[in-house]
């Protein structure tokens, strides 16, 4: 059993910044990856950003690549999404996942490929 909390969503205007967190309780993880997802009203979640525990390797989308910035807290067992340079298409429910696999990733994963989820903060981003 993990718990995962997101926090740090919020009303931005475009070109602004956010930094989302996201902590982990209850089982944690000493290997294996933290993701992060996208859900806009009336579409499907999409992959964000992936980060590995151990060596701190992330991968992207390319729609946030440049924008966004994953960062990991060992021991604290948190990690973080920098949003930068938001975009009114940036607007969506942000959810944090954890996955216990430890190999990198080489292509946007799916939602399958994790095995805890937090309930996702809103971001919203104004034009």
């Known amino acids: 059993q993990v718990q995962l909390v997101e926090s740090g969503g919020g009303l931005v205007q475009a070109g602004g910044s956010l930094r989302l967190s996201c902590a982990a309780s209850?089982?944690?993880?000493?290997?294996?990856?933290m993701g992060w997802f996208r859900q806009a009203p009336g579409k499907e979640r999409e992959f964000v950003a992936a980060i590995s525990w151990s060596g701190g390797s992330t991968y992207y989308a390319d729609s946030v690549k440049g924008r966004f910035t994953f960062s990991r807290d060992n021991a604290k067992n948190t990690v973080y999404l920098h949003l930068n340079s938001l975009k009114p298409e940036d607007t969506a429910v942000y959810y944090c996942a954890a996955s216990y696999y430890s190999g990198g990733y080489y292509s946007s994963p799916g939602e399958y490929e994790f095995d805890y989820w937090g309930r996702g903060t809103q971001v919203t981003v104004s034009s």
């Open positions: 209850g089982r944690t993880f000493s290997s294996g990856t």
